[in-house]
């Protein structure tokens, strides 16, 4: 009886079965038991095994199947300073390491980075993105990072995982000298530069980045309206035949404000022109008088013949009312005139007043 009492005081099987997703370390309970020589310790695939012996880092067992022996724990019995025949029990912290990754960590920009992009000048970018967690080096994970942690979760590390992240990642995209529109095409070759930035400072944690995605690289909100802004523009081409398009396809549909007005308008149109065509009150149309076209701002006027003077017409003068005016000097070469059948108003030297002009006797001479 008192063999069986102290054979269930040491432990002889070691395993760990993880049923969480986030675990990176578990400490091996042992409720103060000892840990007996040649017991039996099961290392899973995805797991290692880290004694630590008196506050010192001991043996690291990688997946399998050990019987616990002086000769497949050498560090162990040369801390112990135990010969190969000795049997007795020892006590061990035993951590199992998570050895697999650990994926769909997040990572972002907290400020905005400053950079000097060649077509904008200086702007502020933000970045976030993805990346796998993995350790590397149990033994260095557990000095480093873990140290008496009973039950060391990803959450843990993760904080300053990205804080290595976002320094490397700042420099990276403020010296990369790509432009700004052209990031979006270049996110994974920059996410390579800053995963291989990182590395060296992760190592030295036990740790390495097997996958790191860049998912987006954004300007602030207001300079992402003002390219909208310059895009529109840049679609809309010819404004001014935007415009045009714009109004064309409101006049199409008869439920909007503008295809209502344009109707109305255009049936103002029509209506006065058809009031004017039907003569008074529906009577038969009349033949419209010919009338001289506007008379030319500032000019002057004269078979019949009508005068421009001042924006106004004068006349129909008959020729023999032209002798007398341009006698007085009120018909000149330079006056402007039109008669029945004329291609609009022309001066008068261009006409055939060109004659009476031309038989004026001169000015006489002074007294």
Do not use: C
Request: charged share 20%; hydrophobic share 45%; no cysteine.
């Amino acid at each position: 009886m008192v063999f069986e009492f102290l054979k269930g005081e040491f432990i002889d099987v070691i395993s760990w079965l993880d049923d969480t997703r986030d675990t990176m370390v578990w400490r091996f309970d042992r409720h103060g038991q000892a840990i007996k020589m040649g017991a039996k310790l099961t290392v899973r695939e995805g797991q290692a095994a880290v004694f630590i012996h008196e506050g010192q880092l001991a043996d690291v067992f990688g997946p399998g199947l050990y019987m616990l022996e002086t000769n497949n724990m050498p560090i162990m019995t040369t801390l112990q300073h135990w010969d190969h025949g000795f049997q007795s029990p020892f006590k061990s912290e035993v951590y199992f390491v998570n050895t697999t990754r650990f994926n769909d960590q997040k990572w972002g920009t907290k400020n905005p980075i400053m950079a000097r992009d060649p077509e904008f000048g200086p702007v502020r970018l933000r970045a976030f993105g993805t990346y796998s967690l993995r350790v590397t080096d149990p033994g260095k994970f557990i000095l480093e990072v873990v140290g008496t942690d009973g039950e060391f979760t990803s959450d843990e590390i993760s904080f300053q995982i990205r804080n290595v992240i976002v320094q490397q990642a700042s420099q990276v995209l403020a010296k990369s000298g790509i432009p700004v529109l052209d990031m979006a095409a270049n996110t994974a070759d920059l996410g390579k530069i800053i995963a291989n930035a990182i590395a060296p400072q992760v190592a030295e944690y036990g740790l390495s980045i097997p996958e790191f995605y860049i998912e987006n690289i954004s300007l602030p909100e207001e300079v992402e309206k003002a390219m909208d802004k310059r895009t529109s523009m840049g679609v809309a081409g010819d404004l001014h035949k935007y415009m045009q398009f714009n109004a064309a396809e409101a006049m199409g549909q008869p439920g909007s404000a503008m295809g209502a007005a344009m109707g109305a308008g255009m049936g103002m149109g029509m209506g006065a022109g058809m009031a004017q065509n039907m003569g008074p009150w529906g009577a038969a149309p009349t033949a419209p008088a010919a009338t001289p076209p506007p008379a030319p701002a500032a000019a002057s006027a004269g078979r019949v013949w009508h005068l421009a003077e001042n924006g106004a017409t004068t006349g129909p003068f008959a020729e023999a009312d032209l002798v007398a005016m341009a006698g007085s000097g009120k018909l000149s070469r330079a006056t402007m005139v039109w008669t029945p059948g004329q291609d609009g108003w022309k001066m008068a030297a261009e006409t055939d007043l060109a004659r009476l002009l031309d038989s004026l006797p001169p000015p006489p001479p002074k007294a």
